[in-house]
């Protein structure tokens, strides 16, 4: 009996032995591979240049996608006409392009991707939702870089440097300079105004140039802020700068355009 219990035994210990191996073993293979596609999903993403998915891109009947950088970081806002507005959240790479982890209309997370699908077409794909309204997988095809008119000019009706108006309707004693309407387009802003360009101690002025309609160029490189007295200037979007400036005009507060390259590197709306 004895002799038998311990046969039990080993024969126990054997199939312990084995099962554990083979768990071990399958275990291995699974982290293996999950190793080997985190390996993939990296080197894809690596391979994927941000810098060359900066500027605008339309879809005339779907939406608007404009991604743009701050230095070191990346921005990018989508428009989905008659449905969504999105310009907060992490942008990143993606397998083949851009990934947007953003927040939806309903406060939830979403995450979108933006990829280019041939030579000039792009597709924006729902990869991640929990809103009812925009379902996993959707797609809007054929969104196209809007970048015609940069491309005809390159450089902005004033030459390069820095210039200065106010936002008010008249002329002012402390101010000649005046600016009655500001409008942002997808590669420029076009700016009803008189400026003085003034050098780079920001007093000294160095030229005047009257009242006229001014086209600027901007990129996705441009930057658009607010600020004044001794506090950190707020820099916005392009979009959140046009609302602000439309609130801002006729107050007199001080509209600063610095263009460089023929393209405008920063506007500021000054106090």
């Not at 039990?8 to 275990?27: D, M, Q």
């Not at 969104?143 to 390069?160: I, M, P």
């Not at 600020?227 to 392009?238: D, K, L, R, T």
Request: glycine share 8%; hydrophobic share 35%; net charge negative.
């Amino acid at each position: 009996m004895k002799k038998l219990l311990v046969v039990l035994c080993a024969l126990a210990l054997t199939a312990t032995a084995c099962g554990n191996k083979e768990e071990a073993v399958n275990n291995a293979e699974a982290t293996t591979q999950k190793a080997e596609e985190n390996k993939t999903t990296e080197k894809a993403e690596s391979a994927i240049n941000l810098d060359e998915y900066i500027g605008d891109y339309v879809n005339e009947e779907t939406g608007e996608v404009t991604i743009s950088k701050d230095g070191d970081s990346y921005a990018m806002s989508v428009t989905i006409y008659g449905l969504a507005n999105m310009d907060e959240g992490q942008v990143m790479p993606f397998e083949n392009g851009v990934a947007f982890y953003t927040i939806d209309p309903s406060g939830s997370p979403m995450t979108l991707s933006f990829s280019k699908t041939d030579d000039e077409a792009y597709t924006l794909k729902v990869e991640s939702s929990s809103w009812a309204d925009l379902e996993n997988g959707t797609e809007y095809e054929g969104f196209r870089k809007d970048n015609a008119d940069v491309a005809v000019q390159g450089t902005s009706d004033l030459e390069d440097g820095v210039y200065y108006t106010t936002l008010s309707n008249e002329p002012a004693e402390y101010a000649k300079e005046y600016a009655t309407s500001f409008m942002l387009e997808s590669d420029h802003v076009a700016v009803d105004a008189s400026f003085s360009k003034i050098a780079d101690d920001g007093f000294t002025k160095l030229d005047n140039f009257e009242n006229n309609v001014y086209n600027i160029a901007i990129d996705g490189n441009t930057k658009f802020l607010a600020g004044g007295g001794e506090g950190e200037p707020q820099y916005m979007s392009a979009t959140e700068f046009n609302d602000y400036i439309e609130q801002c005009m006729g107050s007199g507060l001080g509209l600063n355009i610095i263009i460089k390259n023929g393209v405008a590197e920063e506007i500021g709306i000054w106090s």
